[in-house]
């Protein structure tokens, strides 16, 4: 066999790369995926997987790292919306910029050791908490760049046309650097004038746009058609994303249809958050409890770029949360009743290449040239990652290992029994 002497930083022998493909050597140079080669063909330092699955890094699409681990500090008796909103506003008046970066590093660090490597955190903004929020996870964003790319959304919250000053912030936020703008017209007494300022900020400063939106299961009212109208009258199809729409899950199957083309043709992205919906959807009804939790598997078909993602962690909108999007991945197939492995390929797709895709991430995945983002997991198949909820064993962001996590051993009291075929 003759070896290449082409130069590697690293090369990751015995790559398990899917789809029944022979194992393979991933060289890595200059933070990027060189070459992907039979085993052996290339020398240098290396690492050796032992045929581990390659996967590229996760995205996590909306998360909040502001306020997340605050559960502490909340009073949850409703479970509802409006209380989460409440208590969250609450507590936020004693956030400083310290404060934020603890906790939010916390919950950084979980995410990077469950494998996201590109992540979108929603920071709040309003006339209470001023930029700390932005401030805080800006330096963090500069800070972990070693382990995982960070765009902050900034949004308002608690309103925008009914919280005097807000607006004024959200500008100067944008002027600072934040990487989008989003919106949250429900929370607002004028949803749609809501919606029209933040298409405004976002043209202004040429900024994507991430709403939360429609998130209730009241189907009389949908935002979304306002936001698929303005999308189109602003030529920015690709450019839009719309978080929770749980009222999408109440409506009969005629009218959802007719919102998933209505989405597909105006380009406007779809991100459903499992955990969140789950939790305070359906509050008050006391049997044949709704799931409150929109069908991103459905809307996919219909041609909606779909995204599963964390969203809050230890807090009053979601008490609980270890930021693994495997988990969310599998929280959302058991929520849909989906089990085939085409089924589990496609909620693994909505934590990789389809997250990606919605958040315009370019040169995305396991390929030559592409960024060498990548986790390896201690299975064969991708979907037992999803199925299991395998944690991965390691992490490369930029073709640097960014984790390691030790399998763990089993330590039985007696020797193993060895069973041979006969």
Not at 356 to 376: P, Q
Request: hydrophobic share 45%; net charge negative.
């Amino acid at each position: 066999m003759e070896i290449c002497l082409m130069p590697a930083d690293l090369i990751l022998r015995q790559a398990n790369l899917g789809d029944d493909a022979p194992l393979a050597d991933i060289v890595i140079r200059e933070g990027r995926i060189a070459a992907i080669t039979p085993h052996g063909l290339v020398a240098g330092k290396e690492i050796n997987l032992e045929g581990g699955l390659v996967l590229p890094g996760f995205v996590e699409t909306h998360i909040h790292l502001d306020k997340s681990c605050i559960i502490d500090r909340c009073d949850i008796r409703e479970g509802s919306l409006a209380e989460a909103i409440r208590e969250t506003a609450r507590a936020k008046l004693a956030f400083s910029e310290d404060d934020i970066e603890q906790r939010a590093r916390r919950t950084l660090e979980k995410a990077i050791m469950a494998g996201t490597m590109k992540m979108r955190t929603h920071v709040e903004i309003d006339p209470r908490i001023g930029l700390k929020g932005f401030h805080a996870i800006q330096r963090l964003a500069q800070e972990y760049t070693w382990a995982l790319d960070i765009e902050i959304c900034v949004f308002p919250q608690e309103g925008l046309i009914n919280d005097p000053g807000c607006e004024e912030l959200l500008i100067e936020a944008c002027r600072q650097g934040a990487s989008l703008i989003g919106g949250c017209p429900y929370a607002d007494t004028q949803p749609d004038e809501h919606i029209a300022r933040i298409f405004a900020i976002a043209r202004t400063f040429d900024l994507d746009i991430d709403f939360h939106l429609d998130f209730d299961l009241d189907t009389r009212f949908l935002s979304l058609t306002e936001v698929c109208r303005q999308t189109r009258a602003h030529n920015y199809a690709g450019r839009v994303t719309i978080g929770h729409v749980t009222k999408l899950s109440a409506l009969p199957s005629a009218d959802f249809v007719a919102a998933a083309r209505l989405l597909a043709s105006s380009g406007v992205a779809v991100t459903v958050l499992p955990s969140t919906d789950l939790f305070l959807m359906g509050r008050g009804i006391d049997h044949n409890v709704p799931r409150g939790v929109t069908r991103a598997d459905l809307l996919r078909h219909h041609g909606v770029t779909c995204s599963l993602a964390t969203n809050n962690v230890l807090n009053a909108f979601t008490p609980f949360g270890d930021c693994s999007l495997c988990r969310i991945a599998n929280l959302y197939a058991n929520i849909a009743q989906l089990g085939r492995r085409q089924d589990l390929e496609d909620c693994l797709a909505m934590v990789t290449s389809d997250a990606a895709r919605l958040m315009n991430i370019e040169r995305y995945g396991v390929a030559v040239g592409h960024a060498a983002d990548l986790l390896v997991f201690p299975t064969e198949a991708a979907t037992s990652a999803i199925a299991e909820i395998v944690l991965p064993r390691l992490g490369f962001k930029n073709g640097r290992r960014s984790f390691f996590r030790a399998d763990p051993v089993l330590n039985s009291p007696v020797p193993r029994k060895h069973h041979h075929a006969k």
